[in-house]
């Protein structure tokens, strides 16, 4: 029986994650990175946000990813010029090696954020500095929410869905997410969170869905009793229905993201 993981999506990853490129361009805006930096990219994934960081500063960058088929994928495209490492953000042990650490839509999936936080303040140089993007508020997408909500009505999956444990971490102001990093020392240059609105097609937002957020809601780590193949299948039809329902007249969906966006300085 299958599980989505970011191992199991990692080949399809490089060309469905349009959300999570997009909003990176605002994070590589609001970072600023110089030539000759050193940065450590933190959530890889395959490498491609990895190797534009490289092409920008021409200096030592290294992206870590706790998933073995995203590493793997890295390593095979651009292994030659950069480093990779199969590493969770929580067991970091640089220590004052890098001008810049690069989060774009990774720090949802930390568990430990206050570790993680400590480990970056470490990692960075004295004045350096992160930047992180992610979604944000409880509400991170009402699109998606809405969809897998129709997994809960729904009598043929929602004991299942029920036992669900969701990976995340939210908070639902820029100051909750400030507080993490002014705990271990680093001051805050900016912290916002914004909403972004993009329209797709149902079948482009189902895989945006699926570049990212299914590799929690069809991933039996969440689930403490699994589910088998069946629940899987209507999950994913039960989602895509509801994409199809949320189009507009113009047979589009209005996606909307609530994204947090922090600059920090390590200050000492």
């Known amino acids: 029986m299958s599980s989505e993981n970011f191992s199991t999506i990692a080949q399809r990853y490089r060309e469905t994650s349009i959300i999570q490129k997009s909003a990176a361009e605002t994070l590589f805006s609001l970072l600023d990175l110089k030539d000759g930096e050193s940065v450590l990219d933190i959530g890889c994934g395959t490498g491609n946000l990895t190797k534009k960081i490289f092409d920008i500063t021409h200096g030592r960058t290294v992206g870590i990813d706790p998933s073995k088929g995203m590493i793997d994928e890295s390593i095979k495209s651009y292994g030659n010029i950069m480093e990779f490492r199969m590493m969770r953000a929580e067991d970091l042990d640089f220590k004052n090696e890098f001008d810049a650490v690069f989060c774009n839509s990774t720090f949802q999936w930390i568990r430990d954020v206050d570790k993680v ?36 009505k729904n ?6 869905f029920r036992n669900f444990k969701h990976p995340w971490f939210f908070r639902d102001s820029a100051d909750e997410y400030s507080q993490y990093f002014i705990r271990q020392g680093f001051h805050i240059a900016l912290s916002e969170i914004q909403t972004m609105e993009t329209y ?11 570049s990212g957020a299914i590799a929690g809601y069809l991933n039996k780590e969440y689930y403490p009793d699994g589910f088998d193949e069946s629940y899987k299948k209507e999950f994913e039809r039960i989602v895509k229905d509801s ?18 966006f922090l600059i920090a300085e390590k200050s000492a």
Do not use: M, W
């Open 117 to 152: 936080t400590a480990n970056f303040y470490r990692a960075l140089k004295n004045k350096g500095r992160v930047g992180i993007q992610a979604p944000g508020r409880r509400q991170y997408c009402p699109n998606f929410i809405a969809a897998v909500s129709e997994v809960l």
């Open 155 to 160: 009598p043929g999956t929602r004991e299942y």
């Open 200 to 210: 797709h097609s149902p079948e482009e937002t189902y895989e945006i869905f699926a």
């Open 243 to 260: 994409f199809y329902k949320q189009a507009g007249s113009d047979g589009k969906v209005k996606l909307v993201f609530n994204r947090i």
